[in-house]
Every structure is written in C-alpha cells, then in structure tokens.
C-alpha cells in the first residue's frame, strides 16, 4: 500500500496543478431534478453540466432513499410525480455535498444507477427503483460502507459470492436454478473453509435475495476482503454446442480500463480502493490509481485462477477443455481485490448437471478450492515480500 500512497500524493499535486476546475467550470445543475413513476418503476434523473461525485442508499426507520451529490448546488426541491413517495427533504450534509432524502411509502430498491456522460460533456444521473419485498428492503437498508461488519480475526479474508438471488435465479434446468445451487455450494465451501481455522469467510448473500452487482463488491470491501470468489454455473442454448467441466473467468484486459472509468464516474471515491480514501479527488486521479493498483492486482487474480484449475484437475474433478477464460463481468471489476468468477459447470450438459447436485461432488469440489486458496496465498505471500513492500 506505500506504493499506492505516494503514487497518491505524487498525482494530486499533477491533476491540482493542470486538471483544477475554472470557477465557470464548477459542475451544475442543468435542469429540474425530477421523480417520477414509470411502467412500474420509479424513475429519478438528475442532469448536471459535467460528472460529479454521488452516493444512494436505502435506509430503514423510516423507509427512505438518500442519494449524495458532491459539488453541486441542487436548488429548488425536486418535483415528484410518483404515487410510492409521500415526502422529500434537501440538506447541505457538508461544504462539499448535497443530500436528497426521499420518504418511501412503500419499500423499494435501487435497480439500476448510472451516471451518462454525454457527448457534448454533460452528464445525466439515472436512477430507478424497483418494488422490494418487506426482506428485501431490510436487507439493503443500511449505507453500503457498513453493509457488512469486518471479521476482528487477523487471517486472510475470503467473500464468497453465490451468483444471482432473489428475483433474479440465474440459469436452470428443470426445477433446479442456478441461484439456489450456488447458495448451497457456497454455505459448503464456507464450512470447509472455515473449517481449517485459517480462513475468515464472509458471504455477498446467506438466504435467497437479490444482491445488486455493484453492492457486492462494496460488501467485499467493507469486510476488507483478501480475495473475491464469484459462484456460477453457466447453461448453453442447444445451438451453442456441447460444453461441461469447471472454467475459471478473470476480468479481460481490455475491459479494465472502461470499468475503472465507469466506477470513478459512479463518484464512490470511498468505495473504490480498500484502505485509501480519495474523497474529493477528481476522476482522473481515482482512474490513475485504479491502474496503478491493477499492475498489482490482476497478475495476482491471474495466479489464482491457474492454481484453482491445478487443484480441481489434481483432485480428479472435470475441467473444461479451455478451463482459462476471460470475460467483462461486473464482480471481477474491483482494481484492489484479486478476483475470480468460477463456473462450476453448466446446466445444459447432464454429466455437471449430475455433479453439481452431488453432496459428495460438492465437498470434493470445496476441498479443491481449499486447497488451490492456501497454496495461492502462501505464493501469494513470497510473492509479495520481494514485489510489494
């Protein structure tokens, strides 16, 4: 971390000096922050002369959305047109930030949130809010820098994130879907982990939910996790061809640089690098520093997902033909936490479909993964006394 420190300090006096905002340059709102319902959803738009800092959240006691905007005046209250909020307040929460609260009469989640930048420099904040159940909503309302507590035990800290949840199952086969499968493979490999004392285990999900993309990566960082292990199982169409065997996905080179760019303009610069905090800094500085940090992290990522295969092939288990893969998936996107998205198998070949609902394949396979993460972290660790001091 020294080394991501001084590269800190070395490029804000660069980007202080040449890439400072004019006074007619400071971000603004362009028009009406408005709300409102639409085909179901809530919609909020907030557009604004240039890409700023932002921050939302749901939070309970009462139901509430709070959406943070760094450096921007918001002006007159917003206007609502939808029938799911009963009120709206505006604060200064600091010199530097904005704060919406919108009360909920009902519960709602965030679905999606983006920040357009358009062509001729402007930006566009786009948020949409999808029905929640009383669970769901209970589950995401806390800020996501507490989402999850960080284990008090110094060992090495693994997430483990079963994929999809809730209303999103993922991909099936028969009655079986992919969300289900994953979440008990993972609540194994949790136990098998856990049991060898050298492990800390946290998990994105525990029970059937909807967990957005974006919030389980914030969840690794809140529990300041060591490694981030994604849990899949793909499904091909009939006219894909045949395709079975364990095949492990880092994040793909050329993918890095757009998900750096779209995670600096999300404006989390206190959920962007765990244990360096860039609030307040530009864009252009927290994307020099997601690079930076990468030269160390993906090589990493990199050798962990080759000593996985090597420990599934050694315990006999099937690994695909072309088992090293690549992809753009949004929970290999963090630049400070080596990442893995593994697929276990894929639901439209007979032979996985059997071995992924084997208790006995399970344990096999959660041995392997044992066995390949204490093998990487000890390389991990020679590693790391001669590379990154």
């Known amino acids: 971390m020294g080394r991501l420190r001084t590269a800190l300090a070395v490029l804000t006096v660069m980007l202080s000096a040449g890439m400072g905002f004019a006074d007619d340059d400071a971000p603004r709102l ?11 959803a809530v919609k909020v738009d907030v557009p604004l002369s240039s890409a700023v800092p932002w921050k939302v959240w749901v939070a ?9 905007i760094s450096g921007v005046d918001l002006g007159e209250m917003p206007v609502s047109r939808s029938q799911s909020i009963s009120e709206i307040t505006a604060e200064r929460h600091s010199p530097e930030v904005s704060r919406i609260i919108v009360f909920l009469r009902e519960p709602l989640m965030v679905d999606t949130a983006e920040m357009i930048t358009i062509e001729d420099g402007s930006s566009r904040l786009e948020l949409s809010l999808a029905p929640a159940s009383a669970a769901e909503f209970l589950d995401l309302a806390k800020p996501l820098d507490v989402a999850v507590e960080p284990p008090i035990k110094a060992r090495p800290v693994v997430m483990i994130d079963p994929g999809h ?28 982990l856990e049991a060898t004392t050298a492990f800390d285990v946290v998990l994105t999900r525990e029970t059937d939910i909807f967990v957005p993309l974006d919030e389980r990566l914030s969840r690794a960082r809140a529990a300041k996790a060591d490694v ?12 894909f061809g045949r395709a079975s065997g364990i095949t492990i996905y880092t994040l793909a080179g050329d993918a890095a640089a757009d998900a750096d760019d779209r995670q600096s303009q999300r404006g989390d610069t206190d959920d962007i690098l765990k244990g360096v905090d860039l609030s307040g800094t530009s864009d252009q500085l927290a994307m020099a520093l997601m690079a930076l940090q990468r030269q160390d992290t993906d090589p990493r990522a990199a050798a962990l997902s080759l000593t996985l295969i090597e420990a599934f092939g050694a315990s006999g288990l099937a ?59 000890q390389e991990d660790a020679i590693l790391g006394q001669s590379l990154r001091k």
Do not use: Y
Request: hydrophobic share 45%.
């Open 165 to 192: 949840g809730g209303r999103d199952p993922g991909a099936d086969a028969g009655e079986l879907n992919e969300a289900d499968l994953m979440l008990e493979f993972a609540l194994k490999l949790r136990d098998e």
């Open 60 to 68: 309970g006691e009462p139901p509430r959305l709070v959406l943070e």
């Open 228 to 239: 981030f292990l994604s849990l899949h199982a793909d499904r091909l169409a009939a006219d």
């Open 319 to 377: 690994v695909n033909s072309r088992p090293e893969r690549q992809g753009d998936f949004a929970v290999l996107r963090a630049a400070d936490i080596p990442s893995v998205l593994i697929e276990l198998g894929f639901l439209s070949s007979n032979a996985d479909l059997a071995r992924l609902t084997s208790s006995e394949w399970q344990t096999e396979a959660a041995f392997a993964i044992r066995d390949g993460l204490q093998q990487w972290l």
């Open 30 to 40: 362009t028009g009406a922050l408005s709300i409102r319902d639409d085909g179901g």
